[in-house]
């Protein structure tokens, strides 16, 4: 199984380039097999974070779901992606 991971941020948020950093290392310890990712700036795809109900950024969706705002603490984030490949949601 494998997750898709999105990271919506905004070029003047302080706070975006640490949730990056949190999920590429969480990303790198699953394996691009299992985690795959992107980077969502809000001003170029503001339709699609709209959709998902981002109201401010940081943000973070798994599988097409916010799941969410702000930086979560890389435990958090690691065993939200863990739930995803289990078949549980978080």
């Known amino acids: 199984m494998t997750v898709t991971i999105e990271v919506f941020s905004a070029p ?3 706070k975006c380039a640490q949730a ?3 999920l590429r290392a969480v990303a790198e310890a699953f394996g691009a ?3 795959q990712w992107r980077e969502v700036d809000v001003l170029d795809d503001l339709e699609r974070a709209v959709a998902l109900g981002v109201l401010s950024t940081p943000a973070i969706a798994i599988d097409g779901e916010l799941v969410f705002t702000g930086t979560p603490s890389e435990q958090a ?3 939200a992606v ?3 490949l289990q078949g ?3």
Do not use: I, N, W, Y
């Open 33 to 35: 097999e299992r985690v």
């Open 12 to 14: 003047a948020c302080g």
């Open 82 to 84: 863990e739930a995803r």
């Open 20 to 22: 990056k950093a949190r």
């Open 77 to 79: 984030l690691r065993q």
């Open 88 to 90: 549980d949601t978080p």
